[in-house]
Nanobody, 125 residues
Framework: QVQLVESGGGLVQAGGSLRLSCAAS????????MGWFRQAPGKEREFVAA????????YYVESVKARFTISRDNAKNTVYLRMNSLKPEDTAVYYC??????????????????WGQGTQVTVSS
């Protein structure tokens, strides 16, 4: 079992930045692909970013490219999502997810095995 705990969310003005962290416990995530998803009120959960087990492959939804950066520190068993130039439409609960997989990380929520409980990000205009 892998337990995931997100942190770093909060209230920020448009144009501001936040860094989300996802701390894993229970197992080392060095062989796990990791993803970030978000869910806004009344909307379905959507893919935001993913990173391969090795960290060499990263993927982003078009709306966050050039603004968000996903990274990982396997020594700390932690994954990060750096979010710059935040917009009100980025407001959502952000979730971290993990799946044990080599190769490219999945972008479909259904392919992930473990999920955190989420952290709220609110961007004011």
């Amino acid at each position: 079992q892998v337990q995931l705990v997100e942190s770093g969310g909060g209230l920020v003005q448009a144009g501001g930045s936040l860094r989300l962290s996802c701390a894993a416990s229970g197992r080392t995530i060095s062989t796990y692909a990791m993803g970030w998803f978000r869910q806004a009120p009344g909307k379905e959960r959507e893919f935001v970013a993913a990173i391969s087990w090795s960290g060499t492959g990263t993927y982003y939804v078009e709306s966050v490219k050039a603004r968000f950066t996903i990274s990982r520190d396997n020594a700390k068993n932690t994954v990060y999502l750096r979010m710059n130039s935040l917009k009100p439409e980025d407001t959502a609960v952000y979730y971290c997810a993990a799946v044990q997989r080599f190769g490219g990380p999945p972008i479909s929520a259904g392919e992930y095995t473990y999920w955190g409980q989420g952290t709220q990000v609110t961007v004011s205009s």
